[in-house]
């Protein structure tokens, strides 16, 4: 359990580092905050030997007004986007998502860019940001593509990123009022158990759109069918849907038994979350605080 | 002497039972403070450990020579360059080598030492040594170690420690360590008139005693002599330990030791020393080792247990007689796993009027990582089955579960066990303050309930301490005391009780750590023993100290000690006073000199309350709120309440916050911490992102400690130790919680999904289970 020696490059573009990248193959891996990838390789999990540092890039950093909506460069801290005033007020619900993350320490290093990418099955960030239909922007420096966040991760720690591709930002759209975003969890080590999130929009007291996600449980997270019908739902029926919903979903799931718990526990634990997370979306969609 | 000076009309000062500064707060919070991994003596080499991968195997051949080849490689030690020695100790039973001989035991034990001029290359070099192993059966588990035609985990003749303190030691039997045991009364008789027997079997894990700064050692062996600068809790112990594994004269041996970043039970008698001196012995040159986490983890743990309890009681609830048999895992090496056995012994029956008890404890050895002391050890692992068994009494009786215990709880004086002490404290009245900081009877929702515990734990260790007190020219006073402080205060507690016995303000007292070259005995820094024992010694070394002065201060006053009055560093008497630095000057001649106090406790002579065990009983007693949310099995701790019964509090603060970590750590033993090892012996959660230790996140919303000064402790002022009883209160506390709020549980930790599979079990059968076990 000790850090193996390594060369660490410092490109100051995002060209510069596709490239060295690129050139280096499977040797190299990039690395930001390092809360994921430097303990992979103490527990002797990864190896690399050289590693390429994004920390000066500055395409990686801010966050801008796009629309109505976000965008989130890839190598901002959890930290620095918790307290971030303009996430606050285009997506309520994000900085509390974001403060639950592991600690302070880990929070004021590590980067939404690289827990997504690192696509640890048990991801916050990874949950919510499917529900509320994050884009991600990859590139290189010189081409991009856009990719939906639930369709970003292949599997536990596969994403669809392409030898020397960078994820460069997180297109976050806001959440507009008569729509409701919750993101729910349960941990009992360092890493959450199991994450849910939804966003609903409810338009005269009749639920014409919805979301759900559910994170931690499986290799990557899962969108269960059953939230479809929730669709149309008049107000009388909710509370009556979103329990027949969290049944349906908890019974789709196949969780991955691990430390976390055994599969047969996370699914009982689906279903009391996605109630809770669907309850806490609804109530957020009519302006009500939780 | 005692005696004599406390019959003086001095008229002391109030250094005691005041929250006087920590008197290491300045250096820690500056990070001047040294502990042992900031020392560098010159030349020194840097260790890595090669430890073994395999439960249990023998060792076919070690091949060092690329190791040695390296470039920054001074040495590497294996078990061939032992053998001019006995490489065998461990204090209770000598069943450990220094390093592998042939043969390992465990995951993780020691093969082979580096010492190189980085710590990279030592680190480095490991994977350069080649070590051939033939794979053994292996005992992993207690069922298994136990199991008829289990894999030996040691054979040949059982050797005792140089501590064992174990009476007779029997023939070898299989992978039992040591029994421990004792039955009073005619248990059939109770029992065949029993109205209500509570029968149950119960686990408790393997549990790391995390602190901040792991296991850390510089080691020189020069010529014949040995200096040790570790984390240790018990450097006299180490230093004869050491003294007789390497044949050196215990003069020879110098043992020092800087702060320690936490101890709990896991730096207690000898721990990396042995490897340190060994390959510092090959290398010539100091050599450095610092365990990391997943090193200290199986350097040192809790003792995983099972347990089989029955508890009878008459229908009007008066407690008859408790059967307990007990089997604790030790692993590989025996470390203080016959203490903890024994302990774990006494503290089966629980504190009450029995009629009949049988305890039975078996130490077992296992192919797993050695286990020893843990803050409160023994009654931590009892306390919470007792406790739950006296609460299912009261719940089949329909009786409220403190009026039980107010029925039942031995009073003042009363035999705690067979050629024992009594009780030395008032139980009832600790109940009854814990329930009032819990509004006991008030209304709770289904999902929370209240629950309290009470127990002892036999404190003190082996009562023999030394101290001296140093008075210089200038008023300033010195204490040299063999207590460790590694957080607890200790320096600071020490320093008061001198301050109060010279009448000085604790600020002139300086407290230094310990050197056993210059330092007076101490047995150990543990079983809640410093403040009572080593404090006791410092007591007298100043009382010593203080007589000089007066009888200094009579023939330059010129007045009789009856009309002198001490005070803030001065005499005074017939309308004169005289500073301490007057009198020194006056005694001597010049100034300069110093007054010199001895300090002795022992079992016999000077100190009468020592001449029986224990040297006092520590009260575990606490209660605890909890709430369960039944859908996730996620258990909540709202509210807890301890009494610190210390007799008299030094420094009320240090208390307190005694308290408080013991309650976290308490929280952590009950709720989530659990090493989980692999059939294989693996450890398999190694590192603090996979074996959760207690944050602050898990401090209950509400705390409350109440500190009870009967001055009934014969520590000095009347105080008594404290700091662990709270430990052992807290997992019962909390277990008797959460059965108040309908979830009865026989495993820790209580983790949500075990909880919630409880709750699901419970849910499907019928409500009345709890009557179907009631005999009669």
Known sequence: ?290 | MMTQLLEQPTKLSTAIGINVDRADARDKLAGSAEYTGDLHPPSMLFGAVLRSQYAHAEIESVDTSGAEAMDGVIAVLTGDDLMDLDPYYGHALRDRPIIAMGKVRFVGEPVAVVAAKSQAIAEAALSAIDVSYRVLPIAATLDRALAPGAPLVHEGPVRPGLAHGLGKLPEREGNICYRYGFSVGDMEAVFSRAAVVVDGEYVFPAVYQYSMETHTTVAHHRGREITIWSSCQHPFLVRQEISELFEVPLDDVRVIVPYLGGGFGSKSYTKMEPLAVAISRKAGLPVRIMNRVDESMVTTRRHNMKCRMRTAASAEGQLLGRVVEMWLDTGAYADNGPRVTATAGDAGPGPYRWEAVDVKAQCVYTNTSPAGSYRAFGATHLQWIGESQVDEVARRLGLDRVEIRRANLLARGGQVRPGAKGLDADLVGDVEEVAAALDWSAPRPSNRGVGLSVGLLAAGAHPVSMATVRLGADGGVTVLVGTTELGQGARTVMGQIAAEVLGLPPSRIVVRGTDTSYTPYDRSTGASRSTTVAGKAVEEAAAQVLEELIETAETTLGVARDELVVSEGRISGGGTAVTYEELIERRFGLKGGELIGQGHVGPRGGSGGFADGPVFWEVCVGGAEVEVEPETGVVTVLRISTVADVGRAINPLLVRRQDEGAVLQGIGNALFEEMRFSDEGLLLNDTLLDYRIPSFEDLPASMSCTIVENQDGPGPFGAKGCGEGAFAAMPAAIVNALADAGVQMTELPLTPERVWKKIQSQQGISKNHSTEEVDQ
């Not at chain 1, 620095?80 to 007020?89: K, T, V």
């Not at chain 1, 922007?137 to 292949?154: A, H, K, M, Q, W």
């Not at chain 1, 020397?164 to 890493?191: D, S």
């Not at chain 1, 059953?226 to 799931?253: F, M, N, Q, T």
């Open chain 1, 1 to 290: 359990m000790k850090l193996p020696p390594f060369e660490v490059h410092r490109p100051s573009s995002l060209h510069n580092a596709s490239r060295l990248l690129r050139d280096m193959g499977s040797e190299a891996v990039p690395i930001n905050g390092g809360t994921e990838l430097l303990l992979a390789m103490k527990l002797g999990l990864a190896q690399y030997a050289h590693l390429v540092d994004l920390k000066r890039i500055p395409e990686l950093r801010g966050v801008r007004r796009v629309g109505s909506g976000l965008a989130v460069g890839a190598g901002m801290t959890h930290r620095e986007l918790e307290s971030s005033r303009s996430i606050a007020e285009a997506v309520a619900e994000m900085p509390r998502m974001l403060a639950e993350i592991a600690n302070v320490r880990v929070r004021s290093v590590g980067t939404i860019g690289g827990n997504l990418c690192f696509a640890d099955p048990h991801s916050d960030p990874a949950t919510f940001l499917s529900a509320i239909e994050a884009t991600l922007v990859l590139g290189d420096g010189s081409t991009s593509r856009r990719v939906p966040v639930d369709e970003f991760f292949l599997g536990a720690y596969e994403t669809k990123l392409e030898p020397g591709e960078l994820l460069v930002e997180v297109t976050v759209p806001a959440v507009p009022t008569g729509t409701g975003a919750a993101h729910v969890r349960m941990k009992v080590h360092e890493r959450p158990t199991v994450t849910v999130a939804a966003k609903v929009m409810v338009e005269r007291d009749t639920i014409v759109r919805a979301r759900l996600v559910v994170g931690s449980v499986c290799g990557t997270p899962v969108l269960p069918q059953a939230i479809d019908k929730l669709i149309g739902a008049p107000r009388a029926a909710w509370s009556e849907r979103v329990r027949e919903v969290a049944a349906l979903s908890a019974a789709a799931v196949a969780p991955v038994a691990d430390a976390e718990g055994s599969s047969r526990y996370k699914q009982a634990l689906v279903e009391v979350f996605v109630r809770r997370a669907l309850d806490a979306a609804l109530s957020n969609a009519q302006g009500m605080t939780r």
